[in-house]
């Protein structure tokens, strides 16, 4: 059973930028891969970015490529996602998700683990 615990979302203004982190425990945090997704008032869950066990391979929604990067440190369990150029739009709830399958994938409901996520406000 893996716990996952977000941190780093606030409030920013439109261009500014915010460092999300997930901090993983009661699992071999490098056999799985990471994902964050948000999820906005009225809306359904969706992908954000991903990235593999070991970090070599990352995935991200074309509404982000450019702006954001997830990255791990497996010696520390935590999966970072800096996000830049925040836009109003990128207002969301996010969360980090653990999947234990090899690949990454956009579904929400192929992720076994998730946390309680992190509010992100971008102000315009």
């Known amino acids: 059973q893996v716990q996952l615990v977000e941190s780093g979302g606030g409030l920013v203004q439109t261009g500014g930028s915010l460092r999300l982190s997930c901090a993983a425990s009661g699992g071999t945090f490098s056999l799985y891969v990471m994902g964050w997704f948000r999820q906005a008032p009225g809306k359904e869950r969706e992908f954000v970015a991903g990235?593999?066990?070991?970090?070599?391979?990352?995935h991200y929604a074309d509404s982000v490529v450019g702006r954001f990067t997830i990255s791990r440190d497996n010696t520390k369990n935590t999966v970072l996602l800096q996000m830049n150029s925040l836009k109003p739009e990128d207002t969301a709830v996010y969360y980090c998700?653990?999947?234990?399958?090899?690949?990454?994938?956009?579904?929400?409901?192929?992720?076994?683990?998730w946390g309680q996520g992190t509010q992100v406000t971008v102000s315009s």
């Open positions: 998700a653990a999947d234990r399958d090899g690949i990454i994938v956009t579904t929400p409901s192929r992720y076994d683990y």
């Open positions: 990235v593999n066990w070991s970090g070599s391979r990352t």
